[in-house]
T-cell receptor, first 116, second 114 residues
Framework: EAQVTQNPRYLITVTGKKLTVTCSQNMNHEYMSWYRQDPGLGLRQIYYSMNVEVTDKGDVPEGYKVSRKEKRNFPLILESPSPNQTSLYFC???????????????FGNGTRLTVT | AQSVTQLDSQVPVFEEAPVELRCNYSSSVSVYLFWYVQYPNQGLQLLLKYLSGSTLVESINGFEAEFNKSQTSFHLRKPSVHISDTAEYFCAVSDGGGADGLTFGKGTHLIIQP
């Protein structure tokens, strides 16, 4: 089954303890992206990747890192999490970077992160 | 720069009643418009999209949206809603620059009352 898989689904951690949220897609998609969803703010893009070894900042990249060493994986790294990074995170992928055409975004089921 | 405004954060509707979720956008160039739906505890799924051609687009589950260039709107409608339509709906706009140029609205929570 074609899907975007995020792990874990739920994560509670403490301020400053490094964590990684994994994202994997099995559709051979070139484009991958991370979003955070907060009440009243909708979805905001954190980072995106057009292809292997190509990453770029979205609208809210501060405090996050990403890597794209393989086409299928796009982990989100929080080196020193803070409470303001408590949020619902979504990974998404698209066949091509041009989601305007016949390559819509496919989303994972989300990771709910709480930083205390 | 492009932006999307979803005018209602919540829309309560009785089952089998019609509904309209409003979306307005601003962009200095031609746009492509999307509606995504998020069911409880799930990620977003594409509901329908306008790229070009007919200004009225339809989804497989009875929703439709009409692109109105003069009013810069892309409102989502359904003539008769069901309990299963309860979800968060996001309008999104792209200027054609790729998925990195996709801007989402803040979402509208559709609440279906029995």
């Amino acid at each position: 089954e074609a899907q975007v898989t995020q792990n874990p689904r739920y994560l509670i951690t403490v301020t400053g303890k490094k964590l990684t949220v994994t994202c994997s897609q099995n559709m051979n998609h070139e484009y991958m992206s991370w979003y955070r969803q907060d009440p009243g703010l909708g979805l905001r893009q954190i980072y995106y990747s057009m292809n292997v070894e190509v990453t770029d900042k979205g609208d809210v990249p501060e405090g996050y890192k990403v890597s794209r060493k393989e086409k299928r994986n796009f982990p989100l790294i929080l080196e020193s999490p803070s409470p303001n990074q408590t949020s619902l995170y979504f990974c998404a992928s698209s066949l091509l970077a041009l989601s305007s055409y016949n390559s819509p975004l496919h989303f994972g089921n989300g990771t709910r992160l709480t930083v205390t | 720069a492009q932006s999307v405004t979803q005018l209602d954060s919540q829309v309560p509707v009785f089952e089998e009643a019609p509904v309209e979720l409003r979306c307005n956008y601003s962009s200095s160039v031609s746009v492509y418009l999307f509606w995504y739906v998020q069911y409880p505890n799930q990620g977003l799924q594409l509901l329908l999209k306008y790229l070009s051609g007919s200004t009225l687009v339809e989804s497989i589950n009875g929703f439709e949206a009409e692109f109105n260039k003069s009013q810069t709107s892309f409102h989502l409608r359904k003539p008769s809603v069901h309990i299963s339509d309860t979800a968060e709906y996001f309008c999104a706009v792209s200027d054609g620059g790729g998925a990195d140029g996709l801007t989402f609205g803040k979402g509208t929570h559709l609440i279906i009352q029995p």
